[in-house]
């Protein structure tokens, strides 16, 4: 039997089953169809079967499903860019504890899922989270939070600030 998805006013509530990279199913509301443009063209597709997310695994949907609940599948506007006040007072509460559980590598998992999904307010909330953990921070603290080895040795680095001494400031704040 068809059935027709309506995401507004109208909603006529579901499941299905979106299928991770190891092939475990994850049972999704159709609601979630909301976030994202592409997710509701494909929900409308398969509305009666299983969504292949081949890409990513249980756990990296699982987040997603979880952030898009907090919101009941309907976000709010994102943040005007660059940020004016501080991240965690643009969201809310409980927004910013899930996002602070998360490990560096969980964070940009997230964000590779988000993206993959389009699903702009969740990526664009993610990119201003992240731009947060930087702030405040040296370039050497913020490499070794994040494991980034430095492209340039100390030689190459000397040589850069020889021929723009502005950017000893950028370099070293």
Same mark, same amino acid.
């Given at each position: ?84 006040? =501080?991240?965690?007072?643009?969201? $809310? +509460? ?5 996002? #602070?559980?998360?490990? @560096?590598?969980?964070?940009? &998992? ?13 990526? =664009?909330?993610?990119?201003?989270? $992240? +731009? ?5 921070? #040296?370039?050497?603290? @913020?490499?070794?939070?994040? &494991? ?13 600030? =020889? ?11």
């Amino acid at each position: 039997m068809e059935q027709d998805i309506l995401l507004s006013d109208g909603d006529i509530a579901g499941n299905i089953n979106f299928i991770s990279a190891e092939g475990a199913k994850i049972p999704v509301s159709t609601k979630i169809g909301r976030c994202s443009e592409f997710l509701l063209e494909i929900i409308n597709e398969y509305h009666e079967g299983s969504i292949p997310i081949p890409f990513f695994t249980k756990h990296q949907i699982k987040l997603v499903v979880k952030y898009c609940n907090i919101f009941a599948y309907q976000f709010p506007e994102p943040p005007s860019q660059p940020l004016t006040r =501080k991240f965690q007072d643009i969201v $809310t +509460a409980e927004e910013w504890a899930f996002l #602070n559980k998360l490990s @560096i590598e969980e964070l940009c &998992e997230f964000a590779d899922i988000a993206d993959y999904l389009d699903i702009n307010y969740l990526v =664009k909330i993610l990119c201003a989270f $992240t +731009a947060s953990l930087f702030q405040g921070k #040296n370039i050497d603290l @913020i490499r070794a939070e994040w &494991e980034i080895e430095p492209e340039l040795d100390e030689e190459m680095m000397d040589e850069i600030k =020889k021929k723009f001494p502005w950017a000893d400031q950028i370099i070293e704040s």
